[in-house]
């Protein structure tokens, strides 16, 4: 069964610190894809960074990183430098391959982590 | 990013009535979806559109949801009739179907849903 799973409810940083929150996932699949999005406090879903189950290289875009642990169903994300607008809730979800679908298939989400930075 | 916007952002109606959601995808984007989030619990995917047709829809579309695009115009969900437990936010989402990694799906604001 397809599961996406974070632990951690709630975080709270100081600015300029880094930060690592936890995703492990659950798929039967050799070949799947991970996300990284956030949930403004305005209620915006914007797309972060992403991580192809076949790539062995972590992603990296600007501030944000992954830690991709593939024999552990991991897939963790660092951000470095964090700014007070970094505070946001932040999703892991999983896209599994669906031969009917293609490329286009359905998100498995993650409960969330609520991370606040502070000044 | 790319933008998808959805309209209106707030609804309240009383159960039992019809209610529209639209969403205005990224303008290149050809697969659209919906995602159904209630406060405190998981998003959850609702339904896959591509062509004019359902790709793939989850057990919470129920009979009383539609979704359509006529004419590449707005994407939208239809409930009729509404009930107590759709009351969530709705998020529209759009994709392109390039594949090789252009698959991300990008998020409108969400429809604030509230069925009294």
């Known amino acids: 069964a397809q599961k996406v799973t974070q632990t951690q409810t709630s975080i709270s940083v100081m600015e300029k610190t880094t930060v690592t929150m936890d995703c492990v996932y659950e798929?039967?699949?050799?070949?799947?894809?991970l996300f990284w999005y956030k949930q403004t406090a305005s209620g915006e879903i914007v797309f972060l960074i992403r991580q192809d189950s076949y790539k062995k290289e972590n992603a990296t875009v600007g501030h944000y990183s992954l830690n991709f642990q593939k024999p552990k169903s991991s897939i963790g994300l660092i951000i470095t430098a964090t700014q007070i607008e970094d505070s946001a809730v932040y999703f892991c979800?999983?896209?599994?391959?669906?031969?009917?679908?293609?490329?286009?298939?359905?998100?498995?989400w993650g409960l969330g982590t609520s991370l606040v930075v502070n000044p | 990013g790319p933008k998808v916007l959805q309209i209106p952002s707030h609804q309240i109606i009383d159960m039992g009535q019809m209610v529209t959601l639209n969403c205005d995808p990224v303008s290149n984007h050809l697969y659209f979806y919906w995602y159904k989030q209630i406060l405190g619990q998981q998003m959850e995917f609702l339904v896959n559109f591509y062509n004019g047709k359902v790709m793939e829809k989850s057990k919470l579309f129920k009979d009383q949801f539609s979704v359509e695009r006529p004419d590449g115009s707005y994407f939208t969900l239809k409930i009729q009739p509404t009930a107590l437990e759709d009351s969530a936010v709705y998020f529209c989402a759009s994709s392109t179907d390039w594949g090789g990694g252009q698959d991300t799906q990008y998020f409108g604001p969400g429809t604030r849903l509230l069925v009294l």
């Open positions: 979800a999983m896209r599994e391959v669906d031969y009917n679908v293609g490329d286009n298939s359905k998100l498995i």
């Open positions: 798929t039967q699949d050799s070949s799947y894809f």
